[in-house]
Antibody, heavy 123, light 110 residues
Framework: QVQLQESGPGLVKPSETLSLTCAVSYYSISGSYYWGWIRQPPGKGLEWIGSSYHSGNTYYNPSLKSRVTISVDTSKSQLSLKLRSVTAADTAVYYC????????????????WGQGTLVTVSS | QSALTQPASVSGSPGQSITISCTGTTSDVGSYNFVSWYQQYPGKAPKLMIYEVNKRPSGVSNRFSGSKSVNTASLTISGLQAEDEADYYCCSYAGSSSVIFGGGTKLTVL
């Protein structure tokens, strides 16, 4: 059973960079799947941030593209997220997830999720 | 990219059936058979319930079913149970390896 665990600072100051990592267990991050980040502001809906493959192939939500970098570190079996110039609007629970389904690898569906980590942007 | 449109809330009594709609555009729901549905309990991560419009992962009750017509996808839950009370989100492929979520629907079991 694939396991994902997000970690990182729970509090980030406005204008700074939010940095999170996602540790992947029981599946090789170098395998055939993309890995992604999704966020959820308190009391609101889900928003796709971006998806990345271990080869470096990465896709971003157009609304966040100018501020986001997602990468896969195969040596540490980790997925990372960097979001620059944050504001209060970036306060959210951040989830990492595997892009897959029972049919196999895909870029359309999220089959395994981490538990999420709350990041608050405040001075 | 604007979020897919879902009703904010739906409700039903135990044993009844409910349907949650998810309306997109010809750029997402209408163009691809890659709509998925997620169930989320408060404070928990979403769980995949339906993928590729109408397919159920192993372990998901057959009371959950999905469908699509033109630009609107639907999730139907039959034989409603108290444990179905949760938030439900649709998600559609939107081309260029991007996806878009719906705003979410809160299901209340009366």
């Amino acid at each position: 059973q694939v396991q994902l665990q997000e970690s990182g600072p729970g509090l980030v100051k406005p204008s700074e960079t939010l940095s999170l990592t996602c540790a992947v267990s029981y599946y090789s991050i170098s395998g055939s799947y993309y890995w992604g980040w999704i966020r959820q502001p308190p009391g609101k809906g889900l928003e796709w941030i971006g998806s990345s493959y271990h080869s470096g192939n990465t896709y971003y939500n157009p609304s966040l593209k100018s501020r986001v970098t997602i990468s896969v570190d195969t040596s540490k079996s980790q997925l990372s997220l960097k979001l620059r110039s944050v504001t209060a609007a970036d306060t959210a629970v951040y989830y990492c997830a595997r892009l897959g389904s029972p049919a196999g690898p895909t870029v359309t569906t999220f089959d395994y999720w981490g538990q999420g980590t709350l990041v608050t942007v405040s001075s | 990219q604007s979020a897919l449109t879902q009703p904010a809330s739906v409700s039903g009594s135990p044993g009844q059936s409910i349907t949650i709609s998810c309306t997109g555009t010809t750029s997402d729901v209408g163009s691809y058979n890659f709509v998925s549905w997620y169930q989320q309990y408060p404070g928990k991560a979403p769980k995949l319930m339906i993928y590729e419009v109408n397919k159920r992962p192993s372990g998901v009750s057959n009371r959950f079913s999905g469908s699509k017509s033109v630009n609107t996808a639907s999730l139907t839950i039959s034989g409603l149970q108290a444990e179905d009370e949760a938030d439900y989100y649709c998600c559609s492929y939107a081309g260029s390896s991007s996806v878009i979520f719906g705003g979410g629907t809160k299901l209340t079991v009366l």
